[in-house]
C-alpha cells in the first residue's frame, strides 16, 4: 500500500506526504476525544478531578509522580491501540497555494471532490484506527472539522489537487 500523498496544482512548492510517519508526529489528533462534546463540560471535568485530587492530597498526603518509564508505557500503549488524525492546514500552508488557486481538490479513487481552498485548512486526515494503518480504503480518509462525516469519511484517497 502507497501512504505518499502529493499536494499539487497551483502551488509554489509542491509536496508529498507520508502518512506512515505521522503516528510520530506532535501534532497528531486523537479522534476519538476530538469530536467529543463542548469544552464546558471538559472544563467542569477538569474542575471536579482537581477538585478530587486536591481533597486526597490533603486526606492521604502528596504521592510522587508518575516515572519515566510508566509514562512512555502509557505513551506506548496509546499509540498502539488509538484513532489518531492530522489536520492539513500545515501542510497546505507550506505548499503555499497561488494567490489566483480558489478550489482545493481531493483526488479519491474515481471520483474528484472539490472544495473551497479556505475550507481544506480545517480538514482532518485520518490514518490510524485502532492502532492499525488504514489499509483497505487508505491510506487516509478525509474528516470535515465539525465531525459530519465522521462514520461516512472521504475515503480511497490518492492526493490532494489545488486549482
Known amino acids: 500500500m502507497n501512504t505518499i500523498l502529493p499536494i499539487k496544482g497551483k502551488v509554489k512548492f509542491p509536496i508529498t506526504l507520508d502518512a506512515g510517519v505521522w503516528i510520530f508526529d506532535d501534532r497528531k489528533i486523537d479522534l476519538n476525544t476530538y469530536f467529543s462534546e463542548g469544552s464546558k463540560e471538559e472544563n467542569e471535568e477538569e474542575f471536579t478531578v482537581a477538585s478530587k485530587h ?11 509522580p508518575p516515572t519515566l518509564k510508566s509514562e512512555r508505557q502509557f505513551e506506548k500503549t496509546k499509540l498502539l491501540t488509538g484513532t489518531f488524525g492530522i489536520s492539513i492546514k500545515p501542510f497546505l500552508e507550506n505548499a503555499e497555494p497561488r494567490e489566483d488557486a480558489s478550489i482545493f481538490v481531493i483526488e479519491a479513487g474515481s471520483n474528484d471532490i472539490s472544495i473551497p481552498l479556505e475550507d481544506a485548512y480545517d480538514l482532518i486526515l485520518a490514518f490510524s484506527k485502532e492502532g492499525k494503518p488504514l489499509k483497505e480504503d487508505g491510506p487516509v480518509h478525509v474528516l470535515y472539522p465539525d465531525g459530519s462525516n465522521r462514520n461516512n469519511p472521504i475515503t480511497s484517497v490518492k492526493g490532494f489537487r489545488i486549482e
Do not use: F, Q
Open 54 to 64: 486536591w481533597d486526597r492530597v490533603i486526606k492521604e498526603g502528596n504521592v510522587s
